[in-house]
Protein backbone atom coordinates (compact mmCIF):
# COMPACT_ATOMS: atom_id res chain seq x y z
CA UNK A 1 0.00 0.00 0.00
CA UNK A 2 1.43 3.63 -1.14
CA UNK A 3 2.29 6.24 1.89
CA UNK A 4 0.18 9.06 1.53
CA UNK A 5 1.66 12.14 1.51
CA UNK A 6 -0.93 15.02 2.39
CA UNK A 7 0.64 18.37 2.75
CA UNK A 8 4.50 19.64 2.93
CA UNK A 9 4.66 22.62 4.89
CA UNK A 10 7.88 23.14 5.28
CA UNK A 11 11.76 22.78 3.46
CA UNK A 12 13.09 20.74 6.44
CA UNK A 13 9.68 18.54 5.70
CA UNK A 14 10.50 18.34 2.05
CA UNK A 15 14.30 17.44 2.90
CA UNK A 16 13.08 14.65 5.78
CA UNK A 17 10.62 13.18 3.09
CA UNK A 18 12.66 12.88 0.46
CA UNK A 19 16.12 12.59 2.33
CA UNK A 20 18.00 15.00 1.02
CA UNK A 21 19.37 16.10 4.23
CA UNK A 22 19.04 19.05 6.52
CA UNK A 23 18.46 22.42 4.76
CA UNK A 24 21.02 25.05 4.68
CA UNK A 25 18.17 27.76 4.81
CA UNK A 26 14.96 27.08 6.26
CA UNK A 27 12.96 28.85 3.51
CA UNK A 28 14.18 27.89 0.39
CA UNK A 29 16.26 25.29 -1.29
CA UNK A 30 17.71 24.17 -4.87
CA UNK A 31 17.70 20.42 -5.53
CA UNK A 32 20.15 18.95 -8.29
CA UNK A 33 17.62 16.36 -9.74
CA UNK A 34 20.33 14.08 -10.95
CA UNK A 35 20.41 13.34 -6.85
CA UNK A 36 16.78 12.78 -6.56
CA UNK A 37 16.33 9.24 -6.49
CA UNK A 38 12.38 8.39 -6.34
CA UNK A 39 11.23 4.88 -5.54
CA UNK A 40 8.31 3.41 -6.00
CA UNK A 41 6.56 4.26 -3.11
CA UNK A 42 6.01 7.67 -3.89
CA UNK A 43 4.76 6.63 -7.22
CA UNK A 44 1.41 7.91 -8.21
CA UNK A 45 1.35 9.06 -4.58
CA UNK A 46 -0.98 12.57 -4.46
CA UNK A 47 0.66 15.61 -2.41
CA UNK A 48 -0.27 19.10 -1.25
CA UNK A 49 3.03 21.79 -0.30
CA UNK A 50 3.02 24.87 1.03
CA UNK A 51 6.25 25.74 -1.17
CA UNK A 52 6.53 27.66 -4.60
CA UNK A 53 7.97 25.66 -6.53
CA UNK A 54 10.55 26.88 -10.20
CA UNK A 55 12.16 23.67 -11.64
CA UNK A 56 14.19 23.24 -15.00
CA UNK A 57 14.49 19.74 -16.19
CA UNK A 58 15.77 18.24 -19.33
CA UNK A 59 13.74 15.69 -20.73
CA UNK A 60 10.54 13.11 -19.47
CA UNK A 61 10.26 13.71 -16.37
CA UNK A 62 6.65 11.76 -15.59
CA UNK A 63 5.42 14.88 -13.88
CA UNK A 64 1.48 14.31 -12.98
CA UNK A 65 -0.45 17.57 -12.57
CA UNK A 66 -4.02 17.15 -12.07
CA UNK A 67 -5.34 14.64 -14.18
CA UNK A 68 -2.71 15.02 -17.16
CA UNK A 69 1.00 13.76 -17.22
CA UNK A 70 3.66 15.64 -19.15
CA UNK A 71 7.14 14.45 -20.52
CA UNK A 72 9.22 17.26 -21.86
CA UNK A 73 12.33 18.05 -23.85
CA UNK A 74 15.42 19.97 -22.80
CA UNK A 75 14.77 23.59 -21.72
CA UNK A 76 11.44 23.56 -20.03
CA UNK A 77 10.69 25.45 -17.07
CA UNK A 78 7.76 24.83 -15.23
CA UNK A 79 6.27 26.66 -11.96
CA UNK A 80 3.63 25.59 -9.44
CA UNK A 81 2.20 27.37 -6.42
CA UNK A 82 1.42 26.53 -3.37
CA UNK A 83 -1.80 24.18 -2.20
CA UNK A 84 -2.18 22.49 -6.11
CA UNK A 85 -2.27 18.89 -6.07
CA UNK A 86 0.73 16.83 -7.57
CA UNK A 87 2.30 13.66 -8.18
CA UNK A 88 4.75 11.97 -9.84
CA UNK A 89 3.89 9.08 -12.39
CA UNK A 90 7.04 6.98 -12.59
CA UNK A 91 10.26 6.42 -10.36
CA UNK A 92 13.35 7.87 -10.63
CA UNK A 93 16.88 6.62 -10.76
CA UNK A 94 20.47 8.53 -9.78
CA UNK A 95 21.57 10.33 -12.75
CA UNK A 96 18.75 9.66 -15.09
CA UNK A 97 17.53 13.13 -15.63
CA UNK A 98 19.73 16.66 -15.17
CA UNK A 99 18.32 19.70 -13.80
CA UNK A 100 17.09 21.78 -11.18
CA UNK A 101 14.23 22.41 -8.75
CA UNK A 102 13.69 25.66 -6.73
CA UNK A 103 11.51 25.31 -3.54
CA UNK A 104 10.37 28.43 -1.51
CA UNK A 105 7.87 28.95 1.33
CA UNK A 106 5.92 32.63 1.22
CA UNK A 107 7.57 33.81 4.37
CA UNK A 108 11.33 34.18 2.58
CA UNK A 109 9.19 36.89 0.57
CA UNK A 110 6.38 38.05 3.23
CA UNK A 111 7.81 41.48 3.97
CA UNK A 112 9.11 42.30 0.70
CA UNK A 113 8.19 43.79 -2.18
CA UNK A 114 8.21 40.22 -4.28
CA UNK A 115 5.58 39.58 -1.48
CA UNK A 116 3.46 42.35 -2.81
CA UNK A 117 3.53 41.47 -6.28
CA UNK A 118 3.57 37.67 -5.87
CA UNK A 119 0.20 37.12 -7.43
CA UNK A 120 1.17 39.14 -10.30
CA UNK A 121 3.17 36.03 -11.80
CA UNK A 122 0.46 34.52 -13.18
CA UNK A 123 2.25 31.63 -14.38
CA UNK A 124 2.75 29.68 -10.94
CA UNK A 125 -1.02 29.08 -11.92
CA UNK A 126 -0.23 27.95 -15.39
CA UNK A 127 -1.17 24.03 -16.28
CA UNK A 128 2.13 22.19 -16.86
CA UNK A 129 1.56 21.52 -20.63
CA UNK A 130 1.96 25.50 -21.08
CA UNK A 131 5.35 25.19 -19.39
CA UNK A 132 8.01 28.30 -20.73
CA UNK A 133 10.34 26.62 -23.14
CA UNK A 134 13.75 28.31 -23.47
CA UNK A 135 17.04 28.64 -25.55
CA UNK A 136 20.16 28.11 -24.54
CA UNK A 137 20.95 31.48 -24.24
CA UNK A 138 17.59 32.00 -22.12
CA UNK A 139 18.47 28.51 -20.37
CA UNK A 140 21.85 30.01 -19.24
CA UNK A 141 20.63 33.20 -17.91
CA UNK A 142 18.20 31.89 -15.73
CA UNK A 143 20.13 29.14 -14.36
CA UNK A 144 23.07 32.09 -13.34
CA UNK A 145 20.18 33.36 -11.18
CA UNK A 146 19.78 30.33 -9.61
CA UNK A 147 23.46 29.94 -9.48
CA UNK A 148 23.36 33.26 -7.38
CA UNK A 149 20.65 32.30 -5.08
CA UNK A 150 22.27 28.65 -4.49
CA UNK A 151 25.33 30.16 -3.76
CA UNK A 152 23.99 32.57 -1.00
CA UNK A 153 22.30 29.69 0.51
CA UNK A 154 25.55 28.13 0.27
CA UNK A 155 27.47 30.35 2.57
CA UNK A 156 27.07 31.75 6.07
CA UNK A 157 23.79 33.86 6.75
CA UNK A 158 24.32 37.16 7.43
CA UNK A 159 22.06 40.43 7.21
CA UNK A 160 22.34 40.72 3.81
CA UNK A 161 21.13 37.20 2.82
CA UNK A 162 17.55 37.73 3.00
CA UNK A 163 18.04 40.88 0.58
CA UNK A 164 20.44 38.55 -2.43
CA UNK A 165 18.30 35.87 -1.87
CA UNK A 166 14.67 37.63 -2.78
CA UNK A 167 16.49 40.10 -5.58
CA UNK A 168 18.28 37.46 -7.21
CA UNK A 169 14.28 35.05 -7.17
CA UNK A 170 12.31 38.54 -8.33
CA UNK A 171 14.87 38.97 -11.27
CA UNK A 172 14.49 35.27 -12.14
CA UNK A 173 10.65 35.24 -12.31
CA UNK A 174 10.88 38.77 -14.17
CA UNK A 175 13.15 37.29 -16.68
CA UNK A 176 11.01 34.26 -16.92
CA UNK A 177 8.04 36.86 -17.28
CA UNK A 178 10.02 38.08 -20.36
CA UNK A 179 10.99 34.95 -21.56
CA UNK A 180 6.57 33.95 -21.88
CA UNK A 181 5.82 36.82 -23.62
CA UNK A 182 8.37 35.84 -26.40
CA UNK A 183 6.84 32.44 -26.28
CA UNK A 184 3.39 34.24 -26.52
CA UNK A 185 4.80 36.07 -29.49
CA UNK A 186 6.53 33.13 -31.14
CA UNK A 187 3.25 31.41 -31.46
CA UNK A 188 1.46 33.91 -33.02
CA UNK A 189 -0.74 31.35 -35.15
CA UNK A 190 -1.39 29.16 -32.89
CA UNK A 191 -2.71 32.02 -30.37
CA UNK A 192 -4.82 33.56 -33.57
CA UNK A 193 -7.01 30.30 -33.61
CA UNK A 194 -7.49 30.20 -29.83
CA UNK A 195 -8.97 33.70 -29.79
CA UNK A 196 -10.87 32.71 -32.53
CA UNK A 197 -12.18 29.76 -30.76
CA UNK A 198 -12.64 32.14 -27.70
CA UNK A 199 -15.12 33.87 -29.46
CA UNK A 200 -17.05 31.39 -30.98
CA UNK A 201 -17.65 30.10 -27.58
CA UNK A 202 -18.41 33.52 -26.13
CA UNK A 203 -20.99 33.62 -29.00
CA UNK A 204 -22.27 30.41 -28.48
CA UNK A 205 -22.59 30.52 -25.03
CA UNK A 206 -25.10 34.14 -25.41
CA UNK A 207 -26.98 32.64 -28.34
CA UNK A 208 -27.77 29.49 -26.35
CA UNK A 209 -29.82 31.40 -23.61
CA UNK A 210 -26.88 30.77 -20.76
CA UNK A 211 -26.24 34.14 -19.59
CA UNK A 212 -30.09 34.40 -18.64
CA UNK A 213 -30.10 30.47 -17.47
CA UNK A 214 -26.17 30.25 -16.02
CA UNK A 215 -25.12 33.98 -15.11
CA UNK A 216 -21.95 35.28 -17.27
CA UNK A 217 -19.77 32.56 -18.37
CA UNK A 218 -16.38 32.36 -15.63
CA UNK A 219 -13.20 32.15 -16.71
CA UNK A 220 -13.20 28.29 -15.86
CA UNK A 221 -16.02 27.52 -18.49
CA UNK A 222 -13.78 28.73 -21.14
CA UNK A 223 -10.28 27.49 -19.62
CA UNK A 224 -12.26 23.93 -19.25
CA UNK A 225 -13.38 24.03 -23.15
CA UNK A 226 -10.10 25.55 -24.89
CA UNK A 227 -8.47 22.85 -22.11
CA UNK A 228 -5.98 25.94 -21.20
CA UNK A 229 -5.20 26.97 -17.54
CA UNK A 230 -7.46 29.98 -16.90
CA UNK A 231 -3.90 32.26 -16.37
CA UNK A 232 -2.67 31.29 -19.28
CA UNK A 233 -5.61 31.75 -21.51
CA UNK A 234 -6.66 35.09 -19.72
CA UNK A 235 -2.42 36.27 -20.43
CA UNK A 236 -2.53 34.98 -23.81
CA UNK A 237 -5.85 36.92 -25.07
CA UNK A 238 -3.73 40.27 -22.97
CA UNK A 239 -0.72 39.74 -25.27
CA UNK A 240 -3.01 39.09 -28.65
CA UNK A 241 -5.59 41.73 -27.93
CA UNK A 242 -5.55 43.88 -25.02
CA UNK A 243 -8.10 42.91 -22.71
CA UNK A 244 -8.04 39.86 -20.36
CA UNK A 245 -11.15 37.27 -20.34
CA UNK A 246 -13.29 39.71 -18.09
CA UNK A 247 -12.65 42.71 -20.23
CA UNK A 248 -13.94 40.54 -23.45
CA UNK A 249 -16.56 39.26 -21.82
CA UNK A 250 -17.96 42.75 -20.62
CA UNK A 251 -17.15 44.16 -23.78
CA UNK A 252 -19.47 41.61 -24.61
CA UNK A 253 -22.18 42.24 -22.93
CA UNK A 254 -22.42 46.34 -23.30
CA UNK A 255 -22.32 45.65 -26.91
CA UNK A 256 -25.39 43.55 -26.67
CA UNK A 257 -26.78 45.79 -24.59
CA UNK A 258 -26.21 48.51 -26.77
CA UNK A 259 -28.68 46.39 -29.30
CA UNK A 260 -31.31 45.04 -26.88
CA UNK A 261 -31.86 49.08 -25.89
CA UNK A 262 -32.33 50.32 -29.08
CA UNK A 263 -35.53 47.58 -28.95
CA UNK A 264 -38.67 49.65 -27.25
CA UNK A 265 -40.40 46.14 -26.35
CA UNK A 266 -37.67 45.47 -23.74
CA UNK A 267 -37.07 46.71 -20.25
CA UNK A 268 -34.03 47.90 -18.84
CA UNK A 269 -34.39 45.14 -16.17
CA UNK A 270 -35.40 42.71 -18.63
CA UNK A 271 -31.97 43.46 -20.86
CA UNK A 272 -30.13 43.00 -17.71
CA UNK A 273 -31.72 39.06 -16.70
CA UNK A 274 -31.16 38.73 -20.80
CA UNK A 275 -27.37 39.04 -19.98
CA UNK A 276 -26.77 37.24 -16.82
CA UNK A 277 -27.74 39.84 -13.80
CA UNK A 278 -29.95 38.93 -10.96
CA UNK A 279 -30.03 43.15 -10.03
CA UNK A 280 -30.15 45.53 -12.78
CA UNK A 281 -28.21 47.94 -10.96
CA UNK A 282 -25.02 45.96 -10.88
CA UNK A 283 -26.09 46.11 -14.87
CA UNK A 284 -26.26 49.43 -14.35
CA UNK A 285 -23.16 50.60 -12.94
CA UNK A 286 -21.37 48.19 -15.72
CA UNK A 287 -22.76 50.19 -18.41
CA UNK A 288 -22.31 53.43 -17.04
CA UNK A 289 -19.11 52.59 -16.47
CA UNK A 290 -18.03 51.61 -20.19
CA UNK A 291 -19.97 54.33 -21.79
CA UNK A 292 -20.76 57.17 -19.40
CA UNK A 293 -24.63 56.43 -19.91
CA UNK A 294 -27.18 54.88 -18.00
CA UNK A 295 -28.81 52.16 -19.95
CA UNK A 296 -32.14 54.62 -20.06
CA UNK A 297 -29.92 57.87 -20.79
CA UNK A 298 -28.19 55.80 -23.49
CA UNK A 299 -31.62 54.74 -25.19
CA UNK A 300 -33.01 58.11 -25.16
CA UNK A 301 -30.00 59.20 -26.77
CA UNK A 302 -30.73 56.66 -29.79
Known amino acids: MKQDINSIKSISQLHEIFGFGKPTH ?29 GLKDKSCGLQYGRNTYDFDEGVLIFT ?14 DEINGWMLFFHADLIRNTSLGQSIEDYGFFSYDVHEALHLSEAEQKTITDCKTMIQNEIMERIDNHSQTVIVS ?7 LSRRYYERQFNTRTAQNSDVVSQF ?19 SVEYFSDKIHLSGNYLSDLLKKETGYSIKDHVNNFIIE ?3 TLLLSESETVSGIAYTLGFNYPHYFNRLFKNKTGLTPQEYRQLN
Do not use: C, M
Request: cysteine-free; charged content about 20%.
Open 26 to 54: PLISIIDVSKWEISEQFVDVKYTSELYTV
Open 81 to 94: APNQVKSVSKSQRL
Open 168 to 174: SLELLLN
Open 199 to 217: HTLLNSYYKSGKFAETGTP
Open 256 to 258: KAK
